[in-house]
């Protein structure tokens, strides 16, 4: 989501860089843009005052005047003192030996937050613990039977009394059920409105007085903009919030709430809502982050979603054919698959330092990406075993019939035969110690249409 002032900041520091030397008028005009680029990506007026001056404190100091490359210079300072402002990076508190500890989740109605409470259940089942689901929302019938849906899907203990009832009772009865069944973490979903009013905040503060949370986290849109620090105010003072979760930052918001709601609330981010899929939740990385923005890539996320999509026995499975030169398309078939756990594309290429500046980037049309790999899968799945370990034996009679079965044409078929046969040639290079030179778009062939 942070595309626009990615680019804009880029550009000012490229600029920057084919000076061999940086006069202060320099540092004033590369400052000016560095305001407006913030200012457009929705950041706070406060915030870009205070984060501008300090980056021109430093930028005309004796750190810059003295560097060998005063432009690349200014870019560090740029990325320490975003660092900075997104402050600390925030982690659940699990104080005390009372169990279960509770988190409650609140913010305005259409922030995300009971799809987030499932995504927070399965991040706190992978680190150990016995995550619990208390439907609280008893304003929107919708969110109970959306938090039972997804409890059961997930697989994690719930508990719900409907609408009827009073939220601080439902609560303090689903911490009873959760201690009887020995649940280390209670999450608790709360009702929402679409602005902040006071019986919002009594019903809230009770729940608080009832539960004795160890978290409150607010979960906020990314995408509302400016007026997310308001709401991110409002609910502090109002019931006392001790983290941030935003949601919604895989969308084309500007991304200025991120960089706001951290610097004006002093509250720390904890959590990004990167997809709409259950498994969409990242730890906050403040470094990685400005990574991101500055457009130096996130190595280090993109090796988390690798790890936690390939185990070591697949990975070692996949190296020995890669070695012997075996690779076959079901194994193509299935690190397409995997690739596509680990999100879209343009976000795995946007980890990648360097190309998500690529104009190629910016131009992917994600849903026809989807539709196209969709054809790769439906025309390899048409396959016989045979057929995907000797794909040789594709003669035109079985490469009609395999379009036949997968709906597209025969072109189609040839175009993902081309692809594999241009993916093993890649693989041959690399296994020979040389660098591949890759075709079509930068890291992936071209897929059918």
């Known amino acids: 989501m942070f595309e626009n002032l990615s680019q804009r900041l880029q550009d000012t520091f490229d600029r920057l860089g084919r000076r061999g030397k940086l006069t202060e008028a320099d540092v004033d005009t590369a400052m000016h843009e560095v305001r407006l680029a913030l200012l457009e990506a929705d950041v706070a007026l406060p915030v870009v005052k205070d ?17 060998l490359n005063p432009g690349q210079q200014v870019v560090k300072i740029v990325h320490e003192e975003l660092i900075d402002t997104l402050g600390q990076p925030g982690r659940l508190s699990f104080s005390g030996s009372t169990k279960p500890h509770v988190i409650m989740l609140i ?33 929107r019938p919708a969110a109970v039977n959306q938090l039972v849906t997804l409890a059961k899907q997930i697989d994690v203990p719930y ?17 009873k059920t959760a201690q009887k069944m020995d649940a280390s973490v209670v999450i608790i979903d709360t009702a929402g409105r679409l602005q902040i009013d006071e019986p919002l905040m009594e019903e809230l503060r009770q729940i608080k007085a009832r539960t004795n949370p160890v978290e409150i986290l607010l979960v906020a849109d990314a995408m ?23 949601t919604k930052i895989d969308g084309d918001a500007r991304g200025g709430a991120a960089i706001s709601m951290r610097a004006v609330t002093g509250v720390p981010i904890k959590f990004l809502g990167t997809s709409e899929k259950l498994d ?25 979603k690798a790890e936690e999509t390939y185990t070591e026995e697949e990975a070692l499975r996949l190296q020995k054919k890669l070695l012997k030169n ?9 690190q397409l698959q995997k690739v596509r756990r680990m999100g879209s594309f343009s976000q795995i290429l946007g980890m990648l330092p360097g190309l998500g500046r690529l104009q190629a980037l910016e131009q992917i049309d994600q849903e026809e990406m989807e539709k196209r790999i969709k054809h790769v899968e439906a025309i390899i799945h048409s396959m016989t075993p045979d057929e995907r370990a000797n794909p040789k034996k594709l003669n035109a009679s ?22 594999f046969r241009q993916m093993q040639t890649m693989m041959e290079q690399l296994r020979k110690g040389r660098m591949p030179r890759i075709p079509g778009f930068p890291g992936f062939p071209e897929m059918p249409s």
């Open 326 to 334: 075996q690779f076959t398309l079901q194994d193509f078939l299935e």
């Open 398 to 419: 079985r490469r009609k019939r395999i379009a036949t079965g997968s709906g597209v044409e025969v072109r189609d078929v040839n175009e993902v035969l081309k692809q």
């Open 51 to 67: 984060f501008v001056r300090r980056v021109k404190e430093r930028s005309i100091g004796a750190e810059v005047s003295k560097a």
């Open 224 to 246: 509302t903009g400016q007026e997310a620090v308001n709401i991110a105010r409002g609910f502090n003072v109002g019931v006392g919030v001790t983290g941030l979760i935003l």
């Open 159 to 175: 508990h719900e009394e409907g609408i009827d009832q009073i939220p601080g009772n439902i609560c303090a009865n689903g911490i």
């Open 280 to 304: 969409g939740l990242e730890v906050f990385h403040p470094d990685r982050l400005t990574d991101r923005i500055l457009g130096m890539g996130d190595v280090m996320s993109l090796i988390e």
């Open 107 to 139: 913010g305005l109605q259409g922030s995300g937050k009971t799809t987030t409470a499932a995504k927070l259940a399965i991040h706190l089942r992978r680190e150990g613990r016995q995550p619990f689901l208390i439907a609280a929302d008893t304003h």
